[in-house]
Protein backbone atom coordinates (compact mmCIF):
# COMPACT_ATOMS: atom_id res chain seq x y z
CA UNK A 1 0.00 0.00 0.00
CA UNK A 2 0.90 3.57 -0.22
CA UNK A 3 1.16 6.22 2.61
CA UNK A 4 -1.03 9.42 1.19
CA UNK A 5 -1.05 12.47 3.33
CA UNK A 6 -4.11 13.45 4.04
CA UNK A 7 -3.59 16.68 5.34
CA UNK A 8 -3.89 20.33 3.43
CA UNK A 9 -1.68 22.54 2.94
CA UNK A 10 -1.27 25.36 4.69
CA UNK A 11 -1.97 28.24 1.63
CA UNK A 12 -5.60 25.95 1.62
CA UNK A 13 -6.46 27.09 5.19
CA UNK A 14 -5.16 30.64 4.71
CA UNK A 15 -7.38 31.23 1.28
CA UNK A 16 -10.48 29.86 3.56
CA UNK A 17 -9.71 32.37 6.53
CA UNK A 18 -9.39 35.21 4.43
CA UNK A 19 -12.09 34.54 2.29
CA UNK A 20 -14.29 34.32 5.26
CA UNK A 21 -12.47 37.84 6.42
CA UNK A 22 -13.39 39.35 3.24
CA UNK A 23 -17.22 38.47 2.96
CA UNK A 24 -17.56 39.23 6.55
CA UNK A 25 -16.29 42.39 6.43
CA UNK A 26 -18.26 43.26 3.35
CA UNK A 27 -21.38 42.25 3.40
CA UNK A 28 -22.25 41.00 7.12
CA UNK A 29 -21.08 43.84 8.92
CA UNK A 30 -22.84 46.45 6.94
CA UNK A 31 -26.06 44.82 7.12
CA UNK A 32 -26.47 44.68 10.97
CA UNK A 33 -25.22 48.29 11.25
CA UNK A 34 -27.79 49.16 8.64
CA UNK A 35 -31.15 50.69 10.32
CA UNK A 36 -34.44 51.14 8.43
CA UNK A 37 -33.64 53.70 5.75
CA UNK A 38 -37.37 55.91 4.15
CA UNK A 39 -37.06 57.64 1.09
CA UNK A 40 -39.23 60.71 0.19
CA UNK A 41 -39.28 63.81 -2.60
CA UNK A 42 -37.41 66.85 -2.49
CA UNK A 43 -40.70 69.26 -1.76
CA UNK A 44 -41.14 66.84 1.92
CA UNK A 45 -38.07 67.67 2.61
CA UNK A 46 -38.93 71.32 2.56
CA UNK A 47 -41.96 71.05 4.23
CA UNK A 48 -40.23 68.90 7.38
CA UNK A 49 -37.71 71.38 7.45
CA UNK A 50 -39.86 74.59 7.93
CA UNK A 51 -42.61 72.44 10.42
CA UNK A 52 -39.47 72.14 12.55
CA UNK A 53 -39.38 68.55 12.82
CA UNK A 54 -36.18 68.01 10.84
CA UNK A 55 -32.90 67.66 13.45
CA UNK A 56 -30.13 66.44 11.30
CA UNK A 57 -29.03 66.71 7.85
CA UNK A 58 -26.10 65.63 5.90
CA UNK A 59 -25.08 66.58 2.30
CA UNK A 60 -23.97 63.45 0.49
CA UNK A 61 -22.58 63.47 -3.25
CA UNK A 62 -25.82 62.08 -4.85
CA UNK A 63 -28.42 62.32 -1.88
CA UNK A 64 -29.33 64.23 1.16
CA UNK A 65 -29.87 62.08 4.29
CA UNK A 66 -31.87 63.50 7.23
CA UNK A 67 -33.20 62.81 10.31
CA UNK A 68 -37.18 63.65 11.83
CA UNK A 69 -37.75 63.10 15.17
CA UNK A 70 -41.39 61.60 16.10
CA UNK A 71 -43.82 62.63 19.78
CA UNK A 72 -41.97 59.82 21.46
CA UNK A 73 -38.69 61.48 20.64
CA UNK A 74 -37.25 58.94 18.87
CA UNK A 75 -35.69 59.80 15.15
CA UNK A 76 -36.16 58.40 11.59
CA UNK A 77 -33.68 58.21 8.76
CA UNK A 78 -35.28 59.48 5.72
CA UNK A 79 -32.94 60.37 1.72
CA UNK A 80 -33.92 62.23 -0.49
CA UNK A 81 -32.34 63.51 -3.91
CA UNK A 82 -29.93 66.42 -4.06
CA UNK A 83 -31.26 69.34 -6.13
CA UNK A 84 -29.65 72.69 -7.31
CA UNK A 85 -30.58 75.02 -4.48
CA UNK A 86 -28.81 78.02 -3.17
CA UNK A 87 -30.96 79.02 -0.27
CA UNK A 88 -30.58 75.59 1.31
CA UNK A 89 -28.29 76.26 3.67
CA UNK A 90 -29.79 79.64 4.78
CA UNK A 91 -33.07 77.39 5.50
CA UNK A 92 -31.61 75.10 7.68
CA UNK A 93 -29.87 78.25 9.75
CA UNK A 94 -32.66 79.34 9.99
CA UNK A 95 -35.00 76.39 10.93
CA UNK A 96 -32.05 76.16 13.54
CA UNK A 97 -31.03 72.15 12.13
CA UNK A 98 -27.51 70.87 12.49
CA UNK A 99 -26.43 70.18 9.11
CA UNK A 100 -23.21 69.40 7.50
CA UNK A 101 -21.35 67.94 3.82
CA UNK A 102 -20.04 64.29 4.50
CA UNK A 103 -16.63 64.03 3.83
CA UNK A 104 -15.55 60.83 1.44
CA UNK A 105 -14.42 58.03 3.83
CA UNK A 106 -10.74 56.64 2.93
CA UNK A 107 -11.14 52.81 2.74
CA UNK A 108 -9.38 51.01 5.68
CA UNK A 109 -5.78 50.76 4.82
CA UNK A 110 -5.76 47.13 5.79
CA UNK A 111 -8.49 46.11 4.10
CA UNK A 112 -6.57 47.97 0.74
CA UNK A 113 -3.28 45.78 1.60
CA UNK A 114 -5.50 42.41 1.70
CA UNK A 115 -7.73 43.13 -1.42
CA UNK A 116 -4.56 44.59 -3.67
CA UNK A 117 -1.68 42.74 -2.63
CA UNK A 118 -2.53 39.55 -0.24
CA UNK A 119 -5.73 38.35 -2.13
CA UNK A 120 -3.94 38.47 -5.61
CA UNK A 121 -0.40 36.92 -3.86
CA UNK A 122 -2.52 33.94 -2.22
CA UNK A 123 -5.02 33.42 -5.68
CA UNK A 124 -1.46 33.33 -7.75
CA UNK A 125 -0.01 30.52 -5.49
CA UNK A 126 -3.06 28.59 -5.42
CA UNK A 127 -3.47 28.60 -9.08
CA UNK A 128 0.07 27.48 -9.63
CA UNK A 129 -0.37 25.16 -7.01
CA UNK A 130 -3.52 24.00 -9.18
CA UNK A 131 -1.55 23.79 -11.86
CA UNK A 132 1.22 22.28 -11.04
CA UNK A 133 -0.32 19.49 -9.15
CA UNK A 134 -2.42 18.97 -12.68
CA UNK A 135 0.73 18.41 -14.66
CA UNK A 136 2.63 16.61 -12.72
CA UNK A 137 -0.67 13.50 -12.15
CA UNK A 138 -0.24 13.98 -16.37
CA UNK A 139 3.03 13.18 -15.98
CA UNK A 140 2.45 10.22 -13.02
CA UNK A 141 3.68 11.94 -10.20
CA UNK A 142 1.87 11.56 -7.15
CA UNK A 143 1.93 14.63 -5.46
CA UNK A 144 1.90 18.25 -6.30
CA UNK A 145 4.87 20.61 -6.59
CA UNK A 146 4.45 22.13 -2.90
CA UNK A 147 4.79 18.70 -1.00
CA UNK A 148 8.22 19.27 -0.64
CA UNK A 149 9.01 16.66 2.40
CA UNK A 150 7.15 13.76 1.16
CA UNK A 151 9.24 10.73 -0.28
CA UNK A 152 6.72 9.28 -1.73
CA UNK A 153 8.19 5.64 -1.08
CA UNK A 154 5.70 2.93 -1.66
CA UNK A 155 5.26 0.47 1.34
CA UNK A 156 4.73 -2.95 0.57
CA UNK A 157 3.33 -5.35 3.13
CA UNK A 158 3.92 -9.26 2.64
CA UNK A 159 0.64 -10.20 1.08
CA UNK A 160 1.23 -7.32 -1.40
CA UNK A 161 4.96 -8.16 -2.41
CA UNK A 162 3.93 -12.23 -3.21
CA UNK A 163 7.95 -12.77 -3.69
CA UNK A 164 10.47 -15.12 -2.01
CA UNK A 165 13.41 -16.31 -2.70
CA UNK A 166 11.44 -18.95 -4.27
CA UNK A 167 10.53 -16.96 -7.35
CA UNK A 168 14.12 -16.31 -8.13
CA UNK A 169 16.00 -18.45 -10.02
CA UNK A 170 19.58 -18.04 -11.23
CA UNK A 171 21.38 -16.04 -8.55
CA UNK A 172 22.52 -18.81 -5.79
CA UNK A 173 25.48 -16.99 -5.22
CA UNK A 174 23.07 -13.33 -4.57
CA UNK A 175 20.19 -15.30 -2.62
CA UNK A 176 22.93 -16.76 0.22
CA UNK A 177 24.63 -13.28 0.71
CA UNK A 178 21.26 -11.65 1.73
CA UNK A 179 20.10 -14.98 3.40
CA UNK A 180 21.86 -13.45 6.43
CA UNK A 181 20.18 -10.09 6.28
CA UNK A 182 16.75 -12.17 6.40
CA UNK A 183 17.79 -14.35 9.35
CA UNK A 184 19.00 -10.98 11.46
CA UNK A 185 15.57 -9.47 10.86
CA UNK A 186 14.30 -12.68 12.15
CA UNK A 187 16.32 -13.45 14.42
CA UNK A 188 18.41 -10.22 16.01
CA UNK A 189 18.94 -12.02 19.39
CA UNK A 190 21.16 -14.35 17.91
CA UNK A 191 24.13 -11.59 16.33
CA UNK A 192 23.31 -9.10 19.85
CA UNK A 193 24.82 -12.11 22.01
CA UNK A 194 27.83 -12.51 20.11
CA UNK A 195 28.44 -8.68 19.49
CA UNK A 196 27.98 -9.05 15.54
CA UNK A 197 26.27 -6.20 14.01
CA UNK A 198 24.65 -6.67 10.36
CA UNK A 199 25.61 -4.35 7.35
CA UNK A 200 24.09 -1.57 7.64
CA UNK A 201 23.50 -1.16 3.76
CA UNK A 202 23.46 -3.94 0.95
CA UNK A 203 24.66 -2.48 -2.83
CA UNK A 204 23.35 -4.74 -5.54
CA UNK A 205 25.31 -4.52 -8.63
CA UNK A 206 25.06 -6.04 -11.99
CA UNK A 207 23.66 -5.37 -15.24
CA UNK A 208 20.05 -5.02 -16.68
CA UNK A 209 17.46 -7.12 -16.30
CA UNK A 210 19.48 -9.83 -13.66
CA UNK A 211 16.95 -9.23 -11.03
CA UNK A 212 18.16 -6.72 -8.76
CA UNK A 213 14.66 -5.09 -8.02
CA UNK A 214 12.77 -8.57 -7.64
CA UNK A 215 16.01 -9.91 -5.16
CA UNK A 216 14.76 -6.98 -2.85
CA UNK A 217 11.51 -7.57 -2.75
CA UNK A 218 12.26 -11.81 -2.14
CA UNK A 219 14.14 -10.34 0.76
CA UNK A 220 11.07 -8.42 2.48
CA UNK A 221 9.16 -11.13 1.51
CA UNK A 222 10.52 -13.55 3.48
CA UNK A 223 11.68 -11.58 6.53
CA UNK A 224 7.67 -10.31 6.19
CA UNK A 225 8.86 -6.56 7.19
CA UNK A 226 7.75 -3.46 5.45
CA UNK A 227 9.38 -2.73 2.62
CA UNK A 228 10.13 1.32 1.10
CA UNK A 229 10.58 0.99 -2.14
CA UNK A 230 11.78 4.07 -4.04
CA UNK A 231 13.49 5.33 -7.01
CA UNK A 232 16.95 7.49 -7.12
CA UNK A 233 15.25 9.72 -9.93
CA UNK A 234 12.15 10.36 -7.33
CA UNK A 235 14.91 12.21 -5.04
CA UNK A 236 15.86 14.39 -7.71
CA UNK A 237 13.64 17.74 -7.68
CA UNK A 238 13.93 21.23 -9.81
CA UNK A 239 14.17 23.19 -6.26
CA UNK A 240 17.49 22.60 -4.05
CA UNK A 241 16.79 20.91 -0.68
CA UNK A 242 13.90 18.99 -1.63
CA UNK A 243 15.68 15.60 -2.26
CA UNK A 244 17.48 16.08 0.80
CA UNK A 245 13.92 16.85 2.80
CA UNK A 246 12.61 13.29 0.92
CA UNK A 247 15.69 12.05 2.70
CA UNK A 248 14.87 12.45 5.78
CA UNK A 249 10.91 12.24 5.44
CA UNK A 250 11.99 8.52 4.42
CA UNK A 251 14.11 7.99 7.18
CA UNK A 252 11.58 9.38 9.78
CA UNK A 253 8.77 6.77 8.04
CA UNK A 254 11.56 3.69 8.38
CA UNK A 255 12.11 4.38 11.90
CA UNK A 256 8.32 4.39 12.82
CA UNK A 257 8.02 1.25 10.69
CA UNK A 258 11.62 -0.85 11.98
CA UNK A 259 11.98 -3.66 11.45
CA UNK A 260 12.09 -2.79 7.70
CA UNK A 261 13.87 -2.62 4.74
CA UNK A 262 14.54 0.21 2.74
CA UNK A 263 15.24 -0.21 -0.66
CA UNK A 264 17.21 2.22 -3.41
CA UNK A 265 16.45 1.69 -6.89
CA UNK A 266 19.08 2.92 -9.87
CA UNK A 267 21.09 4.71 -6.52
CA UNK A 268 23.39 5.97 -8.79
CA UNK A 269 21.04 9.11 -9.59
CA UNK A 270 21.54 10.63 -6.70
CA UNK A 271 25.44 8.65 -5.22
CA UNK A 272 27.23 9.72 -8.04
CA UNK A 273 30.90 10.50 -7.31
CA UNK A 274 31.06 14.32 -6.32
CA UNK A 275 34.23 14.33 -8.57
CA UNK A 276 32.39 13.14 -11.48
CA UNK A 277 32.56 16.38 -13.77
CA UNK A 278 33.52 20.08 -13.33
CA UNK A 279 30.10 21.20 -13.48
CA UNK A 280 28.38 20.68 -9.54
CA UNK A 281 24.56 19.69 -9.18
CA UNK A 282 23.69 21.25 -5.80
CA UNK A 283 20.78 19.55 -5.13
CA UNK A 284 22.21 16.35 -5.76
CA UNK A 285 25.00 16.54 -3.22
CA UNK A 286 22.74 18.06 -0.87
CA UNK A 287 20.47 14.94 -1.31
CA UNK A 288 23.53 12.84 -1.31
CA UNK A 289 24.94 14.19 1.83
CA UNK A 290 21.68 14.01 3.45
CA UNK A 291 22.04 9.92 2.42
CA UNK A 292 25.31 9.97 4.20
CA UNK A 293 24.10 11.81 7.01
CA UNK A 294 20.62 9.35 7.76
CA UNK A 295 22.95 6.40 7.56
CA UNK A 296 25.53 7.56 10.32
CA UNK A 297 22.61 8.58 12.09
CA UNK A 298 20.50 5.62 12.13
CA UNK A 299 20.78 2.03 14.64
CA UNK A 300 21.03 -1.24 12.54
CA UNK A 301 20.41 -2.63 15.68
CA UNK A 302 17.01 -1.73 15.50
CA UNK A 303 16.10 -3.57 12.48
CA UNK A 304 16.10 -1.22 9.57
CA UNK A 305 18.58 -2.64 6.65
CA UNK A 306 18.93 -0.44 3.51
CA UNK A 307 19.12 -2.28 0.09
CA UNK A 308 20.58 -0.39 -2.98
CA UNK A 309 20.67 -1.58 -6.84
CA UNK A 310 22.81 -0.23 -9.38
CA UNK A 311 24.15 -1.15 -12.64
CA UNK A 312 27.00 1.60 -12.80
CA UNK A 313 28.97 0.62 -9.20
CA UNK A 314 32.13 2.82 -10.92
CA UNK A 315 30.11 5.83 -10.72
CA UNK A 316 29.15 6.51 -7.07
CA UNK A 317 31.34 8.26 -4.66
CA UNK A 318 33.22 6.41 -2.43
CA UNK A 319 31.99 7.90 0.82
CA UNK A 320 28.95 6.18 -0.11
CA UNK A 321 30.85 2.82 -0.12
CA UNK A 322 32.80 2.71 2.80
CA UNK A 323 32.43 0.54 6.06
CA UNK A 324 29.35 1.72 7.90
CA UNK A 325 27.49 2.40 5.13
CA UNK A 326 27.01 0.16 2.22
CA UNK A 327 29.21 -2.48 3.94
CA UNK A 328 28.18 -5.04 1.32
CA UNK A 329 28.10 -5.36 -2.29
CA UNK A 330 26.41 -8.40 -3.63
CA UNK A 331 27.21 -9.32 -7.74
CA UNK A 332 23.86 -10.10 -9.45
CA UNK A 333 25.70 -10.98 -12.39
CA UNK A 334 24.20 -12.44 -15.86
CA UNK A 335 23.21 -16.58 -15.30
CA UNK A 336 25.56 -19.28 -15.97
CA UNK A 337 24.63 -22.26 -18.09
CA UNK A 338 22.64 -23.96 -15.04
CA UNK A 339 21.24 -20.43 -14.15
CA UNK A 340 19.94 -20.27 -17.28
CA UNK A 341 18.20 -23.50 -17.19
CA UNK A 342 16.72 -22.88 -13.64
CA UNK A 343 15.17 -19.08 -14.95
CA UNK A 344 13.71 -20.67 -18.02
CA UNK A 345 11.90 -23.51 -15.67
CA UNK A 346 10.37 -20.88 -13.20
CA UNK A 347 9.04 -18.55 -15.95
CA UNK A 348 8.01 -21.75 -17.51
CA UNK A 349 5.96 -22.73 -14.51
CA UNK A 350 3.00 -20.24 -15.84
CA UNK A 351 2.68 -21.95 -19.30
CA UNK A 352 1.09 -25.15 -21.00
CA UNK A 353 4.12 -27.14 -22.25
CA UNK A 354 4.62 -30.21 -23.97
CA UNK A 355 6.22 -33.06 -23.07
CA UNK A 356 9.45 -33.34 -24.16
CA UNK A 357 10.66 -30.07 -23.79
CA UNK A 358 14.81 -29.50 -23.75
CA UNK A 359 15.28 -26.69 -21.34
CA UNK A 360 19.15 -27.56 -21.63
CA UNK A 361 19.20 -26.81 -24.98
CA UNK A 362 17.63 -23.94 -24.99
CA UNK A 363 19.96 -22.54 -22.23
CA UNK A 364 22.97 -23.15 -24.32
CA UNK A 365 21.68 -21.54 -27.05
CA UNK A 366 20.81 -18.19 -24.87
CA UNK A 367 24.72 -17.01 -23.81
CA UNK A 368 24.65 -14.06 -22.00
CA UNK A 369 21.41 -13.34 -21.84
CA UNK A 370 19.75 -12.11 -18.62
CA UNK A 371 16.59 -13.17 -16.49
CA UNK A 372 14.81 -10.85 -17.85
CA UNK A 373 15.92 -11.76 -21.35
CA UNK A 374 14.90 -15.63 -20.92
CA UNK A 375 11.32 -14.44 -19.43
CA UNK A 376 10.97 -12.57 -22.66
CA UNK A 377 11.71 -15.81 -24.82
CA UNK A 378 9.11 -17.99 -22.83
CA UNK A 379 6.52 -15.76 -23.82
CA UNK A 380 7.37 -15.03 -27.28
CA UNK A 381 7.27 -18.90 -27.61
CA UNK A 382 4.01 -18.62 -25.78
CA UNK A 383 2.69 -16.29 -28.30
CA UNK A 384 3.49 -17.98 -31.11
CA UNK A 385 2.00 -21.14 -29.62
CA UNK A 386 -1.25 -18.86 -29.77
CA UNK A 387 -0.79 -17.97 -33.38
CA UNK A 388 0.17 -21.44 -34.52
CA UNK A 389 -3.23 -22.50 -33.34
CA UNK A 390 -1.86 -24.84 -30.84
CA UNK A 391 -2.75 -25.14 -27.18
CA UNK A 392 0.68 -26.06 -25.53
CA UNK A 393 4.20 -25.11 -26.05
CA UNK A 394 6.40 -26.99 -28.33
CA UNK A 395 9.95 -27.36 -28.33
CA UNK A 396 9.84 -25.62 -31.89
CA UNK A 397 8.11 -22.61 -30.37
CA UNK A 398 10.94 -22.05 -27.66
CA UNK A 399 13.77 -22.46 -29.96
CA UNK A 400 12.57 -19.85 -32.82
CA UNK A 401 11.81 -17.41 -30.04
CA UNK A 402 14.91 -17.51 -28.86
CA UNK A 403 16.06 -17.24 -32.52
CA UNK A 404 13.61 -14.06 -32.92
CA UNK A 405 15.12 -12.52 -29.93
CA UNK A 406 18.74 -12.80 -31.55
CA UNK A 407 17.65 -11.86 -35.33
CA UNK A 408 14.70 -10.88 -34.88
CA UNK A 409 10.98 -12.05 -37.05
CA UNK A 410 11.01 -13.88 -39.89
CA UNK A 411 10.10 -11.54 -43.24
CA UNK A 412 8.86 -14.66 -45.50
CA UNK A 413 6.92 -11.74 -47.77
CA UNK A 414 10.61 -10.15 -48.31
CA UNK A 415 11.59 -9.82 -52.04
CA UNK A 416 15.28 -10.75 -52.98
CA UNK A 417 16.25 -11.43 -56.38
CA UNK A 418 17.54 -15.38 -56.85
CA UNK A 419 21.12 -13.98 -57.35
CA UNK A 420 20.99 -12.34 -54.24
CA UNK A 421 19.61 -15.43 -52.35
CA UNK A 422 22.66 -17.34 -53.75
CA UNK A 423 24.83 -14.96 -52.51
CA UNK A 424 23.60 -15.11 -48.80
CA UNK A 425 23.55 -18.76 -49.31
CA UNK A 426 27.30 -19.39 -49.92
CA UNK A 427 28.07 -16.30 -47.42
CA UNK A 428 26.33 -18.86 -44.50
CA UNK A 429 28.06 -22.00 -46.24
CA UNK A 430 31.43 -20.04 -45.41
CA UNK A 431 30.89 -19.25 -42.06
CA UNK A 432 29.44 -22.62 -41.17
CA UNK A 433 32.25 -24.06 -43.32
CA UNK A 434 35.02 -22.23 -41.73
CA UNK A 435 33.85 -23.02 -38.09
CA UNK A 436 33.37 -27.01 -39.30
CA UNK A 437 37.14 -27.22 -40.76
CA UNK A 438 38.48 -25.72 -37.01
CA UNK A 439 39.06 -27.02 -33.92
CA UNK A 440 38.54 -24.83 -31.11
CA UNK A 441 34.87 -23.13 -32.66
CA UNK A 442 31.05 -24.08 -31.55
CA UNK A 443 29.35 -26.70 -33.16
CA UNK A 444 26.88 -25.27 -36.17
CA UNK A 445 23.41 -25.78 -35.14
CA UNK A 446 21.02 -24.25 -37.57
CA UNK A 447 21.97 -22.29 -41.19
CA UNK A 448 19.08 -20.13 -42.39
CA UNK A 449 18.95 -17.26 -45.42
CA UNK A 450 15.30 -16.49 -44.86
CA UNK A 451 15.81 -12.70 -44.08
CA UNK A 452 14.77 -10.95 -40.26
CA UNK A 453 13.34 -7.89 -39.15
CA UNK A 454 17.06 -6.96 -37.90
CA UNK A 455 18.18 -6.43 -41.27
CA UNK A 456 20.15 -9.83 -41.40
CA UNK A 457 19.46 -11.85 -44.84
CA UNK A 458 20.64 -14.99 -43.28
CA UNK A 459 22.41 -16.56 -40.18
CA UNK A 460 24.61 -19.28 -38.61
CA UNK A 461 23.74 -20.34 -35.37
CA UNK A 462 26.72 -21.93 -33.24
CA UNK A 463 26.04 -23.23 -29.78
CA UNK A 464 28.76 -24.84 -27.71
CA UNK A 465 27.91 -27.80 -26.08
CA UNK A 466 29.65 -26.88 -21.87
CA UNK A 467 29.60 -23.03 -20.85
CA UNK A 468 32.82 -21.17 -21.52
CA UNK A 469 34.43 -18.79 -18.73
CA UNK A 470 37.57 -18.23 -20.17
CA UNK A 471 39.00 -17.87 -24.15
CA UNK A 472 42.27 -19.06 -25.16
CA UNK A 473 44.21 -16.60 -28.09
CA UNK A 474 43.28 -19.23 -30.39
CA UNK A 475 39.70 -19.56 -29.60
CA UNK A 476 39.47 -15.55 -30.35
CA UNK A 477 42.11 -15.87 -33.69
CA UNK A 478 39.19 -19.01 -35.01
CA UNK A 479 36.52 -16.50 -34.03
CA UNK A 480 37.48 -14.40 -35.99
CA UNK A 481 38.36 -16.45 -38.80
CA UNK A 482 34.74 -17.39 -38.82
CA UNK A 483 33.37 -14.00 -38.84
CA UNK A 484 35.57 -13.63 -42.06
CA UNK A 485 34.10 -16.76 -43.46
CA UNK A 486 31.02 -15.38 -45.45
CA UNK A 487 32.87 -12.83 -47.12
CA UNK A 488 35.39 -15.09 -48.25
CA UNK A 489 33.02 -16.85 -49.63
CA UNK A 490 31.86 -14.12 -51.61
CA UNK A 491 35.32 -13.16 -52.94
CA UNK A 492 36.02 -17.11 -53.97
CA UNK A 493 33.01 -17.79 -55.62
CA UNK A 494 31.82 -14.37 -57.15
CA UNK A 495 35.02 -12.75 -57.50
CA UNK A 496 33.36 -9.79 -55.50
CA UNK A 497 32.01 -8.59 -52.21
CA UNK A 498 29.03 -7.26 -50.90
CA UNK A 499 27.70 -5.31 -47.86
CA UNK A 500 26.60 -7.98 -46.31
CA UNK A 501 29.23 -8.76 -44.48
CA UNK A 502 29.14 -5.56 -42.73
CA UNK A 503 28.27 -7.18 -38.94
CA UNK A 504 30.48 -9.74 -39.62
CA UNK A 505 33.62 -7.31 -39.98
CA UNK A 506 32.10 -5.02 -36.97
CA UNK A 507 32.21 -7.81 -34.69
CA UNK A 508 35.67 -9.32 -35.83
CA UNK A 509 37.42 -5.84 -35.59
CA UNK A 510 36.35 -5.54 -31.91
CA UNK A 511 37.53 -9.11 -31.24
CA UNK A 512 40.83 -8.32 -32.49
CA UNK A 513 41.27 -4.85 -31.25
CA UNK A 514 40.66 -5.87 -27.64
CA UNK A 515 43.29 -8.91 -28.26
CA UNK A 516 45.80 -6.06 -28.86
CA UNK A 517 44.38 -3.46 -26.31
CA UNK A 518 42.72 -5.48 -23.16
CA UNK A 519 43.66 -9.08 -23.42
CA UNK A 520 47.49 -9.10 -23.97
CA UNK A 521 47.07 -11.59 -26.85
CA UNK A 522 49.53 -9.57 -29.20
CA UNK A 523 53.45 -10.13 -29.43
CA UNK A 524 53.85 -6.51 -29.99
CA UNK A 525 52.97 -4.60 -26.89
CA UNK A 526 53.07 -7.98 -24.75
CA UNK A 527 50.72 -7.84 -21.60
CA UNK A 528 50.33 -3.49 -21.62
CA UNK A 529 47.29 -2.12 -20.62
CA UNK A 530 46.15 -0.15 -23.44
CA UNK A 531 42.78 0.66 -22.37
CA UNK A 532 40.26 0.75 -19.41
CA UNK A 533 36.50 -0.38 -19.55
CA UNK A 534 34.08 3.03 -18.46
CA UNK A 535 31.22 0.81 -17.79
CA UNK A 536 31.40 -2.78 -18.20
CA UNK A 537 27.73 -3.46 -17.16
CA UNK A 538 26.28 -0.51 -19.79
CA UNK A 539 27.68 -1.64 -22.67
CA UNK A 540 31.12 -1.99 -22.18
CA UNK A 541 32.50 1.51 -23.50
CA UNK A 542 36.41 1.83 -23.02
CA UNK A 543 38.80 4.28 -23.65
CA UNK A 544 42.85 4.14 -24.47
CA UNK A 545 45.47 5.28 -22.43
CA UNK A 546 48.08 5.61 -24.92
CA UNK A 547 49.45 8.15 -27.11
CA UNK A 548 48.64 9.03 -30.64
CA UNK A 549 51.20 7.25 -31.56
CA UNK A 550 50.72 3.80 -29.88
CA UNK A 551 47.55 4.32 -31.65
CA UNK A 552 48.51 3.88 -34.57
CA UNK A 553 50.70 0.79 -34.19
CA UNK A 554 47.64 -1.17 -32.25
CA UNK A 555 45.75 0.16 -35.77
CA UNK A 556 48.32 -1.93 -37.21
CA UNK A 557 48.40 -4.85 -35.17
CA UNK A 558 44.83 -5.30 -35.19
CA UNK A 559 45.08 -5.17 -39.05
CA UNK A 560 47.93 -7.92 -39.06
CA UNK A 561 45.14 -9.81 -37.04
CA UNK A 562 42.47 -9.30 -39.29
CA UNK A 563 44.69 -10.15 -42.86
CA UNK A 564 45.66 -13.07 -41.07
CA UNK A 565 42.32 -14.47 -40.28
CA UNK A 566 40.87 -13.50 -43.79
CA UNK A 567 43.42 -15.59 -45.39
CA UNK A 568 43.29 -18.18 -43.04
CA UNK A 569 39.35 -18.33 -44.15
CA UNK A 570 39.90 -17.90 -47.89
CA UNK A 571 42.56 -20.92 -47.56
CA UNK A 572 40.01 -23.38 -46.07
CA UNK A 573 37.23 -22.48 -48.42
CA UNK A 574 39.62 -23.25 -51.26
CA UNK A 575 40.49 -26.61 -49.89
CA UNK A 576 37.28 -27.45 -49.17
CA UNK A 577 35.80 -25.74 -52.94
CA UNK A 578 33.40 -28.80 -53.69
CA UNK A 579 31.96 -28.90 -50.54
CA UNK A 580 30.79 -24.88 -50.44
CA UNK A 581 29.01 -25.44 -53.86
CA UNK A 582 27.50 -28.64 -52.54
CA UNK A 583 25.91 -26.93 -49.19
CA UNK A 584 25.26 -23.73 -50.92
CA UNK A 585 23.32 -25.23 -53.27
CA UNK A 586 21.15 -27.16 -50.46
CA UNK A 587 20.49 -24.48 -48.38
CA UNK A 588 19.44 -22.34 -51.25
CA UNK A 589 16.74 -24.82 -51.69
CA UNK A 590 15.60 -25.60 -48.33
CA UNK A 591 16.02 -21.92 -47.11
CA UNK A 592 17.09 -23.36 -43.30
CA UNK A 593 18.95 -26.64 -42.69
CA UNK A 594 20.34 -28.02 -39.08
CA UNK A 595 23.41 -28.20 -37.92
CA UNK A 596 22.59 -31.85 -38.02
CA UNK A 597 21.96 -31.72 -41.54
CA UNK A 598 25.17 -29.90 -42.36
CA UNK A 599 27.33 -32.11 -40.66
CA UNK A 600 25.85 -35.20 -42.86
CA UNK A 601 26.39 -33.53 -45.94
CA UNK A 602 29.79 -32.15 -45.03
CA UNK A 603 30.78 -36.12 -44.19
CA UNK A 604 29.22 -37.51 -46.85
CA UNK A 605 30.63 -35.30 -49.57
CA UNK A 606 34.26 -36.07 -48.00
Given at each position: ??????????I??????????????????P???????????????????????VT?????????????????????????????????????????????R??P?E???????????????????????????????????????????????????E?????????????????????????F????????E???????G????G????????????????????F???????????????????????????????P????????????????????S?E??????N????????????????????????????K???????????????????????????????????????????????????????????????????????????????????????????????????????????Y?????????????????????????????A??????????????????????Q?????G??S?????????????????????????????????????????????????????S?????????????E???????S?????????????????????Y???K????????M???????
Amino acid sequence: MEIKNTKKPFIYYLIIVMTVVLLINTFIIPMFLKRHVTQVDYGTFLREVENGRVTTVEVQDRQIAFVIKDGQGQGSIYVTGLMDDPDLVNRLYNAGVKFGRVIPKESSPLLEFFLYWILPLVIFIALGQLLARKMQEKMGGPGGVMSFGKSNARIYVEAETGKTFADVAGQDEAKEALQEVVDFLHNPKKYEEIGAAIPKGVLLVGPPGTGKTLLARAVAGESKVPFFSISGSEFVEMFVGMGAARVRDLFNQAQKKAPCIIFIDEIDTIGKSRNSGPVSNEEREQTLNQLLTEMDGFDGRKGVVILAATNRPETLDKALLRPGRFDRRVPVELPDLKGREAILKLHARKVKLADNIDFSTIARATSGASGADLANIVNEAALRAVRMGRKYVLQEDLEESVELVIAGYQRKNAVISTKDKLIVSYHEIGHALVAAKQKHTAPVHKISIIPRTSGALGYTMQIDQDERVLMSKEEALEQITTLLGGRSAEEIVFDTVTTGAANDIEQATRLARNMVTRFGMSEEFDMMALETVNNPYLGGDSTLLVSANTSARIDEEVLKIIKSCHQKAIRILEENKDKLHELARYLLEKETITGEEFMNLLSASA
